[in-house]
């Protein structure tokens, strides 16, 4: 890469300092979470590290401006985005995930005793006799940490810490619904999905500070 090509990328704080001026609201998790949502698509280093150019900074003023002049839900402003930039990849529908009881053992690598062990504790439930992508996440986190000696009947601690952290997202976005205005559903969905990304970010942070704690680190 030239020297010139170097400079036209931007960190995730080079960006943020960009926009901070006229988005004073704007904060490094609501762009990765943007991000995250498929609306930009940075570049990462082969280290990991997000590379942003000027369109990227054009694309989130795009968003921060059509959310915070029109109270656009983001569905479309995606919409809205094809138009003016085109349509990334990220914005394909995806095919969703609907798995019979048999392929969800096997595309998780568990056995029956193990699903019926994640249903009898709340973990993960089939709709309509099928799996979605979530379930499949669970069964495979599940069937990844029973290498380690641990099995559903062990993880009813997180599963009381999800659903505490999903009434958090219901009494934010509750207000939300109840003014029953056009996009509210909408905007809704998106609070709840960025508010769920940053309860992520700060269990991860919780937990890994409480293993450095448990390991004197």
Sequence with gaps: MSSQAARSHMSIGEVLALLQ?????V?????????????????RSPSGYRKFTHLHVEQLRFILTEQRDHYLPLRVIKDRMAESFGRPRALQQPQETRLSRAELLEAAGIDEETLAELEDYGLLAPVARRYDEEALKVARTVGALARFG???????????????EAGLVEQTVAPILKRRRPGAIGEADEVARELSALLLDLHASLVRTGVRSVLGR
């Design 21 to 25: 001026g006229e988005f004073p609201d």
């Design 27 to 43: 904060t490094i998790s609501k762009i990765r979470f943007l991000e995250g949502e498929g609306l930009i698509e940075p570049e």
């Design 150 to 164: 641990l099995h559903a009947r062990h993880l009813r601690a997180v599963k009381a810490a999800a659903e505490r």
